[in-house]
Protein backbone atom coordinates (compact mmCIF):
# COMPACT_ATOMS: atom_id res chain seq x y z
CA UNK A 1 0.00 0.00 0.00
CA UNK A 2 2.64 2.95 -1.53
CA UNK A 3 -0.04 5.75 -0.37
CA UNK A 4 0.47 4.85 3.14
CA UNK A 5 4.10 5.14 3.13
CA UNK A 6 4.95 8.37 5.15
CA UNK A 7 8.42 9.34 3.69
CA UNK A 8 9.57 9.51 0.14
CA UNK A 9 13.70 9.10 -0.66
CA UNK A 10 13.25 13.19 -1.16
CA UNK A 11 11.63 13.25 2.40
CA UNK A 12 14.07 11.13 4.14
CA UNK A 13 16.54 13.08 2.21
CA UNK A 14 16.26 16.51 3.34
CA UNK A 15 15.61 15.49 6.98
CA UNK A 16 19.31 13.86 7.15
CA UNK A 17 20.49 17.25 5.24
CA UNK A 18 18.43 19.33 8.05
CA UNK A 19 20.62 17.32 11.00
CA UNK A 20 23.93 17.13 9.24
CA UNK A 21 24.50 13.55 8.62
CA UNK A 22 24.99 12.01 5.53
CA UNK A 23 23.22 8.28 5.79
CA UNK A 24 20.01 6.84 7.75
CA UNK A 25 22.70 4.03 8.90
CA UNK A 26 24.40 7.12 11.19
CA UNK A 27 21.32 7.40 13.04
CA UNK A 28 21.94 3.69 14.30
CA UNK A 29 25.47 3.66 14.58
CA UNK A 30 24.73 3.63 18.78
CA UNK A 31 23.15 -0.09 17.95
CA UNK A 32 25.80 -3.15 17.79
CA UNK A 33 25.98 -4.62 14.49
CA UNK A 34 25.58 -7.34 15.64
CA UNK A 35 22.04 -6.46 16.58
CA UNK A 36 21.00 -4.92 13.40
CA UNK A 37 19.38 -6.22 10.78
CA UNK A 38 21.50 -7.12 7.62
CA UNK A 39 18.82 -7.57 5.10
CA UNK A 40 15.14 -6.53 4.53
CA UNK A 41 12.80 -8.97 6.58
CA UNK A 42 11.12 -11.42 4.44
CA UNK A 43 8.04 -10.18 4.18
CA UNK A 44 5.09 -10.59 1.54
CA UNK A 45 4.89 -7.98 -0.44
CA UNK A 46 2.01 -5.23 0.20
CA UNK A 47 -1.71 -5.83 -0.29
CA UNK A 48 -4.64 -3.32 -1.73
CA UNK A 49 -7.06 -2.36 0.31
CA UNK A 50 -9.52 -4.91 -1.49
CA UNK A 51 -7.15 -7.63 -1.17
CA UNK A 52 -6.81 -6.27 2.45
CA UNK A 53 -10.14 -7.18 3.01
CA UNK A 54 -10.39 -10.20 1.47
CA UNK A 55 -7.91 -11.71 3.32
CA UNK A 56 -9.17 -10.82 7.07
CA UNK A 57 -12.69 -11.55 6.15
CA UNK A 58 -10.84 -14.73 5.22
CA UNK A 59 -9.06 -15.28 8.89
CA UNK A 60 -12.53 -13.69 10.32
CA UNK A 61 -14.51 -16.61 9.08
CA UNK A 62 -12.74 -19.45 10.72
CA UNK A 63 -13.85 -18.15 13.98
CA UNK A 64 -17.23 -19.22 15.37
CA UNK A 65 -19.47 -15.89 16.39
CA UNK A 66 -23.26 -15.43 17.02
CA UNK A 67 -23.95 -13.98 14.11
CA UNK A 68 -23.87 -17.39 12.23
CA UNK A 69 -24.04 -19.76 15.20
CA UNK A 70 -26.74 -20.17 17.41
CA UNK A 71 -25.27 -18.48 21.32
CA UNK A 72 -26.12 -20.35 24.42
CA UNK A 73 -24.03 -18.43 26.52
CA UNK A 74 -24.34 -15.41 28.52
CA UNK A 75 -22.58 -14.82 32.41
CA UNK A 76 -22.99 -11.61 32.00
CA UNK A 77 -22.90 -10.56 28.21
CA UNK A 78 -26.16 -11.29 26.35
CA UNK A 79 -27.10 -11.65 23.15
CA UNK A 80 -30.58 -9.75 22.13
CA UNK A 81 -31.78 -8.19 19.08
CA UNK A 82 -30.70 -4.86 18.94
CA UNK A 83 -33.67 -2.92 16.20
CA UNK A 84 -31.98 -1.01 13.03
CA UNK A 85 -32.87 2.16 14.56
CA UNK A 86 -30.62 2.15 17.88
CA UNK A 87 -27.49 2.09 15.83
CA UNK A 88 -28.55 4.21 12.94
CA UNK A 89 -29.33 7.35 15.72
CA UNK A 90 -25.94 6.30 17.71
CA UNK A 91 -24.25 6.81 14.40
CA UNK A 92 -25.49 10.28 13.69
CA UNK A 93 -22.23 12.77 13.94
CA UNK A 94 -23.59 15.05 16.65
CA UNK A 95 -23.68 12.03 19.02
CA UNK A 96 -21.09 9.74 17.75
CA UNK A 97 -18.16 11.98 18.34
CA UNK A 98 -19.30 12.43 21.54
CA UNK A 99 -16.81 11.33 24.62
CA UNK A 100 -18.35 13.24 28.02
CA UNK A 101 -19.11 16.47 27.56
CA UNK A 102 -16.85 19.00 29.05
CA UNK A 103 -19.04 21.85 28.60
CA UNK A 104 -21.88 20.31 28.15
CA UNK A 105 -24.49 23.14 28.53
CA UNK A 106 -23.32 24.02 25.34
CA UNK A 107 -24.89 20.39 23.89
CA UNK A 108 -28.46 20.75 24.96
CA UNK A 109 -29.20 17.59 22.73
CA UNK A 110 -26.94 15.24 24.50
CA UNK A 111 -27.62 16.54 28.07
CA UNK A 112 -31.40 15.81 27.04
CA UNK A 113 -30.52 12.28 26.07
CA UNK A 114 -28.61 11.33 29.62
CA UNK A 115 -31.93 13.05 31.28
CA UNK A 116 -33.95 10.80 29.26
CA UNK A 117 -31.16 7.75 29.98
CA UNK A 118 -31.45 8.59 33.90
CA UNK A 119 -35.60 8.96 33.99
CA UNK A 120 -35.69 5.62 32.13
CA UNK A 121 -32.83 3.82 34.50
CA UNK A 122 -34.79 4.57 37.75
CA UNK A 123 -38.78 3.48 36.41
CA UNK A 124 -36.94 0.43 35.23
CA UNK A 125 -35.51 -0.45 38.93
CA UNK A 126 -37.90 1.70 40.74
CA UNK A 127 -35.21 3.71 42.22
CA UNK A 128 -34.99 7.63 43.01
CA UNK A 129 -32.18 8.83 41.05
CA UNK A 130 -30.13 7.54 38.35
CA UNK A 131 -26.91 8.85 37.40
CA UNK A 132 -24.86 9.38 34.09
CA UNK A 133 -23.79 5.93 33.93
CA UNK A 134 -20.74 4.10 34.52
CA UNK A 135 -17.90 1.93 32.77
CA UNK A 136 -19.72 -1.61 33.04
CA UNK A 137 -21.63 -3.32 35.80
CA UNK A 138 -18.82 -4.72 37.51
CA UNK A 139 -17.21 -0.87 38.45
CA UNK A 140 -20.83 0.36 39.39
CA UNK A 141 -20.97 -2.49 42.15
CA UNK A 142 -18.01 -1.28 42.96
CA UNK A 143 -18.40 2.21 43.31
CA UNK A 144 -21.51 1.44 45.17
CA UNK A 145 -19.78 -1.07 47.65
CA UNK A 146 -17.21 1.98 48.11
CA UNK A 147 -20.23 4.59 48.42
CA UNK A 148 -22.15 2.29 51.02
CA UNK A 149 -18.77 2.39 53.22
CA UNK A 150 -18.77 5.97 52.88
CA UNK A 151 -22.25 6.38 54.21
CA UNK A 152 -22.39 3.97 57.06
CA UNK A 153 -18.87 4.29 58.11
CA UNK A 154 -18.32 1.13 58.66
CA UNK A 155 -15.85 -1.41 56.75
CA UNK A 156 -17.24 -5.04 56.04
CA UNK A 157 -19.26 -6.16 52.99
CA UNK A 158 -20.94 -9.09 52.90
CA UNK A 159 -21.32 -10.38 48.90
CA UNK A 160 -22.58 -13.83 48.18
CA UNK A 161 -20.55 -16.94 45.94
CA UNK A 162 -23.66 -16.43 43.69
CA UNK A 163 -22.29 -12.90 42.30
CA UNK A 164 -20.68 -13.21 39.37
CA UNK A 165 -16.75 -13.56 39.82
CA UNK A 166 -15.57 -10.73 37.84
CA UNK A 167 -17.55 -8.69 40.00
CA UNK A 168 -16.06 -9.49 43.04
CA UNK A 169 -12.60 -9.35 41.79
CA UNK A 170 -13.09 -5.46 40.33
CA UNK A 171 -14.76 -4.99 43.68
CA UNK A 172 -11.70 -6.25 45.67
CA UNK A 173 -9.55 -3.96 43.34
CA UNK A 174 -11.24 -0.89 44.36
CA UNK A 175 -11.53 -1.19 47.88
CA UNK A 176 -7.81 -2.12 48.41
CA UNK A 177 -6.99 1.81 49.49
CA UNK A 178 -10.10 2.28 51.34
CA UNK A 179 -9.66 -0.39 53.68
CA UNK A 180 -13.10 -1.96 53.04
CA UNK A 181 -13.13 -6.04 54.03
CA UNK A 182 -14.85 -8.35 51.44
CA UNK A 183 -16.37 -11.05 52.91
CA UNK A 184 -18.25 -13.86 50.84
CA UNK A 185 -21.30 -15.53 51.78
CA UNK A 186 -21.55 -19.28 50.66
CA UNK A 187 -24.05 -20.36 48.62
CA UNK A 188 -26.64 -23.31 49.38
CA UNK A 189 -28.36 -25.30 45.99
CA UNK A 190 -27.56 -22.40 44.15
CA UNK A 191 -28.87 -19.38 46.37
CA UNK A 192 -27.12 -17.01 49.08
CA UNK A 193 -27.44 -18.44 52.42
CA UNK A 194 -30.07 -16.22 54.18
CA UNK A 195 -29.43 -17.85 57.43
CA UNK A 196 -25.58 -17.54 56.78
CA UNK A 197 -25.90 -14.17 56.01
CA UNK A 198 -27.64 -12.98 58.84
CA UNK A 199 -24.83 -14.78 61.52
CA UNK A 200 -22.37 -12.77 59.51
CA UNK A 201 -24.63 -9.42 59.69
CA UNK A 202 -23.87 -7.60 62.15
CA UNK A 203 -23.60 -3.57 63.43
CA UNK A 204 -20.08 -3.21 61.38
CA UNK A 205 -21.38 -4.44 57.90
CA UNK A 206 -21.86 -1.46 55.86
CA UNK A 207 -23.72 -3.61 53.29
CA UNK A 208 -25.22 -6.47 51.77
CA UNK A 209 -24.36 -7.01 47.95
CA UNK A 210 -27.96 -9.03 46.23
CA UNK A 211 -27.50 -10.42 43.08
CA UNK A 212 -30.18 -10.61 40.37
CA UNK A 213 -30.54 -12.85 39.14
CA UNK A 214 -27.45 -14.54 40.41
CA UNK A 215 -24.72 -15.88 38.31
CA UNK A 216 -25.88 -19.04 38.04
CA UNK A 217 -29.62 -17.70 36.58
CA UNK A 218 -31.44 -18.35 40.16
CA UNK A 219 -33.80 -16.31 41.42
CA UNK A 220 -32.83 -14.66 45.22
CA UNK A 221 -35.03 -14.82 48.10
CA UNK A 222 -34.00 -10.61 47.60
CA UNK A 223 -36.32 -9.27 49.83
CA UNK A 224 -34.87 -11.61 52.23
CA UNK A 225 -31.55 -10.51 52.21
CA UNK A 226 -32.45 -7.28 51.82
CA UNK A 227 -34.47 -7.30 55.03
CA UNK A 228 -31.30 -8.44 57.02
CA UNK A 229 -29.40 -5.62 55.87
CA UNK A 230 -31.70 -3.56 56.97
CA UNK A 231 -32.26 -5.25 60.12
CA UNK A 232 -28.47 -4.59 61.30
CA UNK A 233 -28.26 -0.85 59.89
CA UNK A 234 -26.11 -1.92 56.55
CA UNK A 235 -27.44 -0.93 53.32
CA UNK A 236 -28.84 -3.31 50.60
CA UNK A 237 -27.25 -2.89 47.12
CA UNK A 238 -28.68 -4.63 44.54
CA UNK A 239 -26.79 -6.44 40.98
CA UNK A 240 -30.10 -6.78 38.78
CA UNK A 241 -29.97 -8.07 35.11
CA UNK A 242 -32.32 -5.05 33.89
CA UNK A 243 -33.59 -7.27 31.17
CA UNK A 244 -35.33 -9.72 33.92
CA UNK A 245 -36.94 -6.42 35.98
CA UNK A 246 -39.39 -6.53 33.34
CA UNK A 247 -40.97 -9.40 34.85
CA UNK A 248 -39.01 -9.55 38.48
CA UNK A 249 -39.62 -7.32 41.08
CA UNK A 250 -37.31 -3.96 40.62
CA UNK A 251 -35.19 -3.51 43.39
CA UNK A 252 -36.98 -0.40 44.41
CA UNK A 253 -39.89 -3.04 45.57
CA UNK A 254 -37.60 -4.46 48.12
CA UNK A 255 -36.35 -1.36 49.51
CA UNK A 256 -33.23 -2.13 47.94
CA UNK A 257 -30.78 1.59 48.86
CA UNK A 258 -27.97 1.56 45.72
CA UNK A 259 -28.75 -0.81 42.87
CA UNK A 260 -26.61 -1.14 39.72
CA UNK A 261 -27.01 -3.20 36.47
CA UNK A 262 -24.88 -4.12 33.77
CA UNK A 263 -27.20 -1.86 30.54
CA UNK A 264 -25.29 -4.17 27.47
CA UNK A 265 -28.49 -6.25 27.09
CA UNK A 266 -30.27 -3.14 26.66
CA UNK A 267 -29.81 -2.64 22.72
CA UNK A 268 -25.88 -2.84 22.87
CA UNK A 269 -24.17 -5.84 20.54
CA UNK A 270 -22.02 -8.55 22.42
CA UNK A 271 -18.93 -6.87 20.64
CA UNK A 272 -16.19 -8.95 21.86
CA UNK A 273 -17.42 -8.43 25.33
CA UNK A 274 -17.44 -4.95 25.43
CA UNK A 275 -18.06 -1.75 25.40
CA UNK A 276 -20.40 -1.87 27.96
CA UNK A 277 -22.28 0.42 30.39
CA UNK A 278 -23.18 0.61 33.75
CA UNK A 279 -26.72 1.61 35.12
CA UNK A 280 -26.18 3.28 39.07
CA UNK A 281 -28.86 4.25 41.24
CA UNK A 282 -29.97 5.10 44.47
CA UNK A 283 -32.18 6.43 47.18
CA UNK A 284 -32.81 9.87 47.14
CA UNK A 285 -31.09 10.63 50.62
CA UNK A 286 -27.92 8.97 49.21
CA UNK A 287 -28.11 11.37 46.20
CA UNK A 288 -25.19 13.31 47.25
CA UNK A 289 -22.81 10.16 47.69
CA UNK A 290 -22.92 9.41 44.23
CA UNK A 291 -20.19 8.62 41.89
CA UNK A 292 -20.40 10.33 38.88
CA UNK A 293 -22.97 13.14 37.17
CA UNK A 294 -26.74 13.77 37.31
CA UNK A 295 -28.47 16.07 34.52
CA UNK A 296 -31.34 17.74 35.80
CA UNK A 297 -33.99 19.43 33.80
CA UNK A 298 -34.80 23.03 34.47
CA UNK A 299 -35.53 26.36 32.62
CA UNK A 300 -33.84 28.80 31.26
CA UNK A 301 -34.25 33.05 31.70
CA UNK A 302 -36.75 32.76 29.30
CA UNK A 303 -38.71 29.89 30.24
CA UNK A 304 -38.12 27.74 28.23
CA UNK A 305 -37.30 23.30 29.25
CA UNK A 306 -33.59 23.26 29.50
CA UNK A 307 -30.93 20.57 30.87
CA UNK A 308 -27.94 21.25 32.96
CA UNK A 309 -25.09 19.05 34.76
CA UNK A 310 -26.87 19.07 38.68
CA UNK A 311 -24.77 17.54 40.45
CA UNK A 312 -20.39 16.21 39.53
CA UNK A 313 -18.87 14.06 42.60
CA UNK A 314 -15.68 13.40 40.91
CA UNK A 315 -12.15 14.69 41.98
CA UNK A 316 -12.18 16.79 38.48
CA UNK A 317 -15.01 19.08 39.52
CA UNK A 318 -14.95 19.66 43.82
CA UNK A 319 -11.65 18.94 45.76
CA UNK A 320 -10.19 16.19 45.70
CA UNK A 321 -10.75 15.34 49.07
CA UNK A 322 -14.25 15.83 49.33
CA UNK A 323 -14.99 13.90 45.77
CA UNK A 324 -17.11 10.37 46.15
CA UNK A 325 -15.03 9.13 43.02
CA UNK A 326 -12.51 9.44 41.17
CA UNK A 327 -14.45 8.04 37.76
CA UNK A 328 -13.37 10.18 35.19
CA UNK A 329 -15.99 9.54 31.99
CA UNK A 330 -19.28 8.02 31.60
CA UNK A 331 -20.49 5.80 28.84
CA UNK A 332 -22.45 8.27 26.90
CA UNK A 333 -22.70 6.64 23.45
CA UNK A 334 -23.84 3.28 25.42
CA UNK A 335 -25.91 4.80 27.43
CA UNK A 336 -27.65 6.64 24.37
CA UNK A 337 -28.26 3.05 22.67
CA UNK A 338 -29.62 2.22 25.87
CA UNK A 339 -31.79 5.21 25.90
CA UNK A 340 -33.03 4.37 21.94
CA UNK A 341 -33.32 1.18 22.80
CA UNK A 342 -35.79 1.22 26.17
CA UNK A 343 -37.57 3.99 24.41
CA UNK A 344 -38.17 1.76 20.99
CA UNK A 345 -39.82 -1.09 22.76
CA UNK A 346 -41.49 0.32 25.44
CA UNK A 347 -42.79 -1.47 28.92
CA UNK A 348 -45.03 -3.97 26.49
CA UNK A 349 -41.82 -4.65 23.85
CA UNK A 350 -39.64 -5.06 27.04
CA UNK A 351 -41.86 -7.66 28.53
CA UNK A 352 -41.92 -9.56 25.64
CA UNK A 353 -38.85 -9.74 25.09
CA UNK A 354 -37.87 -11.31 28.71
CA UNK A 355 -41.00 -13.39 28.51
CA UNK A 356 -39.63 -15.23 25.36
CA UNK A 357 -36.26 -15.17 26.40
CA UNK A 358 -37.80 -17.02 29.38
CA UNK A 359 -40.29 -19.18 27.69
CA UNK A 360 -36.96 -20.53 25.78
CA UNK A 361 -34.67 -20.85 28.43
CA UNK A 362 -37.37 -23.04 30.11
CA UNK A 363 -38.03 -25.32 26.86
CA UNK A 364 -34.30 -25.67 26.80
CA UNK A 365 -33.95 -26.88 30.07
CA UNK A 366 -36.69 -29.39 30.37
CA UNK A 367 -35.19 -30.65 26.86
CA UNK A 368 -31.50 -30.45 27.95
CA UNK A 369 -32.30 -32.90 31.27
CA UNK A 370 -33.59 -35.77 28.71
CA UNK A 371 -30.39 -36.34 27.86
CA UNK A 372 -28.39 -39.19 29.97
CA UNK A 373 -26.12 -37.86 31.89
CA UNK A 374 -26.99 -34.02 31.86
CA UNK A 375 -28.69 -33.14 35.08
CA UNK A 376 -29.93 -29.76 36.78
CA UNK A 377 -27.20 -28.89 39.02
CA UNK A 378 -29.63 -27.13 41.66
CA UNK A 379 -33.21 -27.22 42.21
CA UNK A 380 -35.28 -23.55 41.98
CA UNK A 381 -36.82 -20.56 39.58
CA UNK A 382 -34.30 -19.28 37.28
CA UNK A 383 -34.84 -16.41 35.20
CA UNK A 384 -33.00 -16.81 31.37
CA UNK A 385 -30.03 -19.03 32.37
CA UNK A 386 -29.49 -22.58 33.99
CA UNK A 387 -26.63 -25.05 35.51
CA UNK A 388 -26.81 -28.42 34.65
CA UNK A 389 -24.36 -30.76 35.59
CA UNK A 390 -22.78 -32.75 32.79
CA UNK A 391 -20.64 -36.28 32.18
CA UNK A 392 -17.65 -34.86 30.64
CA UNK A 393 -15.85 -32.01 31.30
CA UNK A 394 -17.80 -28.71 30.29
CA UNK A 395 -14.82 -27.57 27.54
CA UNK A 396 -14.93 -30.64 25.89
CA UNK A 397 -18.77 -30.09 25.08
CA UNK A 398 -17.97 -26.82 24.33
CA UNK A 399 -15.63 -28.06 21.68
CA UNK A 400 -17.68 -30.38 19.67
CA UNK A 401 -21.07 -27.90 19.99
CA UNK A 402 -18.24 -25.30 18.60
CA UNK A 403 -17.48 -28.02 15.61
CA UNK A 404 -21.58 -28.04 14.66
CA UNK A 405 -21.45 -24.34 15.05
CA UNK A 406 -23.28 -23.77 18.23
CA UNK A 407 -21.81 -21.77 21.50
CA UNK A 408 -21.73 -23.33 24.59
CA UNK A 409 -22.31 -22.91 28.38
CA UNK A 410 -20.81 -20.87 30.60
CA UNK A 411 -18.14 -23.48 32.33
CA UNK A 412 -18.30 -23.11 35.61
CA UNK A 413 -15.39 -25.14 36.76
CA UNK A 414 -12.77 -22.29 36.83
CA UNK A 415 -14.78 -20.56 39.27
CA UNK A 416 -16.42 -23.31 41.16
CA UNK A 417 -14.33 -26.36 41.31
CA UNK A 418 -16.25 -27.97 43.79
CA UNK A 419 -19.57 -28.46 41.54
CA UNK A 420 -17.50 -30.69 39.18
CA UNK A 421 -18.50 -30.75 35.62
CA UNK A 422 -21.01 -27.63 35.19
CA UNK A 423 -22.40 -25.62 32.71
CA UNK A 424 -24.40 -22.64 33.03
CA UNK A 425 -26.99 -22.44 29.50
CA UNK A 426 -28.19 -19.44 28.32
CA UNK A 427 -31.59 -18.24 26.22
CA UNK A 428 -32.33 -14.85 24.94
CA UNK A 429 -35.42 -14.49 22.37
CA UNK A 430 -32.94 -14.77 19.77
CA UNK A 431 -32.68 -18.75 20.51
CA UNK A 432 -35.42 -20.53 17.93
CA UNK A 433 -37.33 -24.10 18.91
CA UNK A 434 -34.55 -25.51 16.01
CA UNK A 435 -31.44 -24.05 17.90
CA UNK A 436 -32.83 -26.04 20.93
CA UNK A 437 -33.42 -29.03 19.09
CA UNK A 438 -29.92 -29.13 17.64
CA UNK A 439 -28.57 -28.39 21.06
CA UNK A 440 -29.48 -31.39 22.37
CA UNK A 441 -29.07 -33.25 19.22
CA UNK A 442 -25.67 -32.35 19.85
CA UNK A 443 -25.18 -33.57 23.30
CA UNK A 444 -26.73 -36.98 23.04
CA UNK A 445 -24.06 -37.49 20.46
CA UNK A 446 -21.18 -36.32 22.69
CA UNK A 447 -22.22 -37.75 26.14
Request: charged share 20%.
Amino acid sequence: MPGYVPHTPEDQRGMLDRIGIAAMDELFAQIPGNLRLAALLDLPHGLSEAESVRHLEGIARTNLDCGRGACFRGAGVYRHFTPSVVPAIMARGEFLTSYTPYQPERSQGMLQTIYEFQSLVCRLLGMDAANASMYDGATALAEAVVMASSITGRKRVLIPASLHPAYYDVCRTFVQGHGICLETVPQTNGLTDIDDTRKRCGNDVAAVVVPQPNYFGMIEDASGLASVAHENGALAIAVVNPMSMALLPPPGEWKADIAVAEGQALGLPMNFGGPLVGLFTCRKEFVRQMPGRIVGGTVDSEGKRAYTLTLQTREQHIRREKASSNICSNEALCALGVTIYLSQLGKIGLRRVAEVSVQRAHEAFEAIRTVPGFEPLFDGPFFHEFPMRCPVPVAEINTKLAERGIIGPQDLGADYPELGNAGVFCCTEMISHEDIAALVATLKEIR
